[in-house]
């Protein structure tokens, strides 16, 4: 018979983001992917937005609620 499951362990690790969902930053800090829903033209369309935490994404909304300005389009990238 097999050791019993520890139900703590399996949650606790189904509660981490998968790793293409997971950066990290300059100094080796873990960032996330964060969702973001708003509705226009009668539709709900979405973007993501990479934070350290929700309190940083929900500060990161409220700043481009303030200064969010359209820059251009993106047609390609380069290579670093």
């Known amino acids: 018979m097999s050791d019993p499951m520890s139900l703590d362990a399996a949650r606790s690790a189904r509660e981490q983001p ?6 990290r930053d300059d100094f080796g800090r873990p960032m996330f992917c964060f969702i973001l ?4 033209d009668g539709g ?14 929900k ?7 303030e200064s969010l300005v359209l820059r251009g389009q993106l047609f390609g990238r380069s290579p670093a």
């Open 59 to 65: 500060a990161r909304v409220d700043a481009m609620k």
């Open 18 to 23: 998968d790793p293409e969902y997971v950066r």
């Open 37 to 40: 829903e708003y509705e226009m």
């Open 44 to 57: 709900t369309w979405a973007a993501e937005l990479w934070a350290y935490s929700m309190v940083d994404a």
